[in-house]
């Protein structure tokens, strides 16, 4: 080992590189089975607790200089191997199979042990160790999952039955999702979703994950986020939900008329936590939010004007006009998509086809605190006037992805 070591790896070829890697590797699940059965006799000896240590895992720790961790796994896997069938000392002393593949073959064939006997064991390891050889660990644990299917295939369905049904049990039983109100109004949200309800947010978020063109700088925890706030937002629209969702929620935001129009005053939603003055005037581009204007006196000067609102007609002519997000490189189709001022209600803007543009939500945020223009160009279709630092001559911009559909 010491004169293969010292031997120049640069001066051999390619073949015999391959050849000596392979060697390597089988040497090394060979002294790994030594090095198990050695371990698993000084434990039944008692060597570690006749030295004075609590356990032999902690004597290893401290005899190889490894850490407690494995040296536990170096414990249980002695035991595993142990009282593991014949085949599988065999192909790991062989060295054609590593220890975490023998903890899956070990695994495995407990449970065809277990559910269809040891003839179906034995068959079982012959497949496992055969398997080995062509995959990982990883795979062969997946692969294992039904490898009754080819040692008892008569108690292969009812026992992948029984298995799903304990799988569901324990997923009925372990899933929850915690909110929890931080103090600046924020949620944290934690939990587990069963298989069924996982499958369903992915499905729903994961279109929406994707970045939206060359200048979207979110991460993707970020992009989760913007995407389950794009599904409720649509859940909210379907008005299919329980009378305490109904129709869009109406959330009442009061602020004063003149920092509204400064764009410099807070909001208070009617649950007393604040928003910022952009997030205000974002929120009332919304065909369904319900602004409450006060004046510096307290009362009421406007709450929701219909003048104000994109939605009916003027929405339907909207979508017919954008087909979607109409901010360049987006393809976010019209559900996802609010109805934006271009010139803002509160600036004094009208609500009509000229002054309203449909997008998404992150389009919608990006519009509002960026310095981005948006117009309506001489074919009434609209464009978008980028900052001066992503481009210094500022040429107009369109989406161009729903004008070919």
């Not at 074919?379 to 992503?390: N, Q, S, T, Y």
């Amino acid at each position: 080992m010491a004169a293969c070591f010292e031997t120049p790896a640069w001066a051999t070829s390619e073949r015999d590189l391959v050849a000596a890697l392979d060697a390597t590797h089988r040497l090394e699940q060979r002294l790994a089975a030594v090095k198990l059965s050695l371990v698993r006799e000084l434990d039944g000896r008692g060597t570690a607790t006749a030295q004075g240590a609590s356990s032999t895992a902690v004597w290893l720790r401290d005899r190889l200089r490894i850490g407690v961790g494995a040296a536990r796994r170096l414990v249980e896997m002695a035991a595993t191997l142990d009282t593991a069938p014949a085949g599988i000392r065999e192909a790991l002393s062989g060295g054609t199979v590593d220890l975490e593949q023998v903890r899956v073959i070990a695994e495995t064939v407990q449970t065809v042990q277990t559910a269809a006997g040891a003839q179906a064991a034995d068959k079982a390891v012959a497949i496992l160790v055969d398997w080995a050889a062509q995959f990982d660990a990883a795979l062969l644990r997946k692969l294992g999952t039904r490898i009754l299917d080819h040692v008892a295939p008569e108690v292969a369905d009812a026992t992948a039955e029984a298995a799903l049904r304990a799988q569901d049990s324990r997923a009925a039983r372990d899933r929850h999702v915690t909110i929890s109100e931080q103090t600046d109004g924020r949620l944290r949200l934690a939990g587990i979703l069963d298989t069924e309800a996982a499958a369903a947010v992915r499905a729903a978020i994961d279109p929406l994950t994707t970045p939206s063109g060359p200048d979207d700088t979110r991460t993707p925890g970020q992009r989760r986020h913007d995407a389950l706030a794009d599904v409720c937002r649509l859940a909210l629209r379907t008005g299919e939900l329980p009378e305490n969702g109904g129709d869009l929620t109406q959330v009442v935001v009061t602020t004063s008329y003149d920092g509204l129009t400064r764009q410099v005053g807070i909001g208070a939603l009617d649950s007393g936590l604040h928003l910022s003055a952009e997030a205000v005037r974002r929120l009332a581009c919304d065909a369904r939010i319900l602004p409450a204007v006060l004046d510096g006196g307290g009362q009421v000067l406007d709450v929701g004007r219909q003048r104000r609102l994109i939605s009916g007609p003027l929405r339907r002519a909207l979508v017919l006009r954008d087909r979607g997000c109409a901010f360049p490189g987006c393809d976010r189709p019209p559900r996802w998509c609010d109805g934006h001022h271009m010139r803002h209600w509160a600036d004094g803007g009208d609500t009509s086809l000229d002054n309203a543009v449909l997008l998404c939500g992150h389009h919608h945020r990006h519009v509002h605190r960026g310095d981005w223009v948006v117009q309506l160009g001489g074919d009434g279709h609209p464009e978008f006037i980028p900052p001066a630092w992503l481009d210094p001559e500022q040429l107009p911009r369109r989406n161009h992805y729903h004008r070919r559909r």
